[in-house]
Every structure is written in C-alpha cells, then in structure tokens.
C-alpha cells in the first residue's frame, strides 16, 4: 500500500525525529510540530543526525540527498500550522494523557481527514481519544531507534474499524516493517511482557539468585535475547520503566508492583545508560 502523500509527526525528539526519518526516507512529505524555536532548530538538528548517521552506515540507498531531505521538511511550532490535506498523523510528544489529548484534538480539527495516531508507550489509547470522533484515533507504537527496529504495535480501541486497520497496517508495511495488532490492554504486549521480566529480574538480584552479569548472559545465551533484561532497562531507563511499572501495577494488580531496588537506584540517580550507571556501568 502506497505512504500518504503528507504525514505530520508531533514532537520532533528522540521518538518524533526518528518517525519523521522513516516517513522521509520512505518517500513521503513530512512536516514536524514543535513547541518552540528552539525545539524547532534541535528537532532538525536530530532528524539531519538521524539521516547523515544512517547514511554513513550504508543504510541508505546511494545517493540519497540528505541535506535535501532535510531541507524539504517543514518544521512548525504548532499544529495549526500542519497542511490541511495531512492524511496521517502520529503524535510523540511526552507521556501526559492531558498533553497529547489536546494536541491531538487540535490536529483533528486541522486535518480532517488525516488518521491520528498516537505513539504512547503504555497510556489508555482510549482516554488519549476519549473526545475525538469515534474510532479515528490508534496507537502505533514505534520502537526505538525507528529506522533499526523493524515492528510496530497497533494498538486498537473496540471501535476503530477493520478497514483502518488494514490501512495502518499498509503502511507500516510500506515503512519496511512489521505491525502487531493488540488490543488497548494496559502495557499493550510489548511493554506489560517486557516490563514482567525486566521487573522479575530486578527481584532475583534483590533476592541473591544471581549477578547482573550472570542474568543478562543467561537470558542471551540461553533464550537467545539479543540484550539481557537488566541491560535492556539500562538503555530504556530506570526512570521510565518504574514508571510504567506503578502504571501497570495500578491497573493489572501487584504482580507489577516495583521492586524497592529499581525505587532506590531511581531515587539516586542511577537511571540507566542516560545517566552513566543503572545495573551496569555505561562509558
Ligand atoms: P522526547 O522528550 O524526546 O520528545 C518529546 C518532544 O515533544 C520534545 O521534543 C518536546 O519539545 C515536544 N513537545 C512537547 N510539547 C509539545 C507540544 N505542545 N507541541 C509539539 N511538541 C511538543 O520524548 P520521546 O522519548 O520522543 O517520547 C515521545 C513519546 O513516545 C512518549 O509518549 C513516549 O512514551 C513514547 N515512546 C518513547 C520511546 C523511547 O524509547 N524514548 C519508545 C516508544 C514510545
């Protein structure tokens, strides 16, 4: 299935400036909302980063003008300023229901014909959209970095119809990757199984069973995981991950209740790869 011709990406940080790459390398027009100017110069500063790193690694094709790419992209502060004949949008600002609620209530009435679609980690996608028109807002969930990860999680409220989903599926496909479909279930798959054993294997360093070395080499070697889970909370942030943990404990029960050592090392600081030290030391 063929890209829309314009795509809007809200927020234009890690996750924003990523999606904007993928859009952009894949063919369509892309236009980035920010805050401010100088979101706006630090959002093109990350999205030229983006593209020149992929280039210089041969993950583009030959060729590809990157400072063309990057100059025919518009960066707005404000959605008021996306195109009117938008046809997708995907909103990356920060995780506050509050914020992406208003931002995306706007980019409805901009873009009245556009998809909306909601990058969030583990929100209700259903209290994101609670007053949006029926079944025109999903999550679409990407992956960090985008351009190397190859899914995608559709997260789907009960009246979002089959045909947009397909549509949305079309065009992850198009991006060159791969969509899961789930229901608007707290933590959707990835994050609610993810989260379980990252949280499982903070416990068994809190009891004694073993090392954080011997964990994370356990899990790679033995069940063939690409990065152990207490690395893989390194790099997503301990911050983040307690986070999600006491969101998911309030909603599916105590089995996500987090560990008193993932609270500590977040009360000190230790936030992960960010911050130089989380269960392992970052250079
Ligand atoms: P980030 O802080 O890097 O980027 C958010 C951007 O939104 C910032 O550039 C900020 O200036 C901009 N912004 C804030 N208010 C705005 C407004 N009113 N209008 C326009 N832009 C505004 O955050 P991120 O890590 O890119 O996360 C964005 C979303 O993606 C969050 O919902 C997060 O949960 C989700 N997510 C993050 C990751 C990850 O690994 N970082 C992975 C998957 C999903």
Redesign the pocket.
Known sequence: MELPAHVGV????????SIAHVFLTAGATVTV????DD?VA??RR?LEQSLQGAADRGKLPEGTDVDGLVGATSIV???EHLPPDTRLVV??????VD??Q??LGAAAQRCPDAVLA??????SVGAIGRDLPSGRLLGM????PVPAQRLVELIRPPEVPDELVERVRGWVEALGKTAIVVDDAPGFATSRLGVAVGLEAIRMLEEGVASVEDIDTGMKLGYRWPVGPLELTDI??LD?RLAIAEHLAQELGERFTPPQLLRDKVARGELGRKSGQGFHHWE
């Open positions: 809200v927020g234009g940080g890690t996750m924003g400036a909302v920010e805050s401010d979101r630090a959002a990350a502060t404000g959605v909103e990356a600002v920060p995780e506050r914020l992406k208003q931002i909601t990058n969030t980690s583990s929100l969930h990407f992956f960090n997503v942030g983040v």
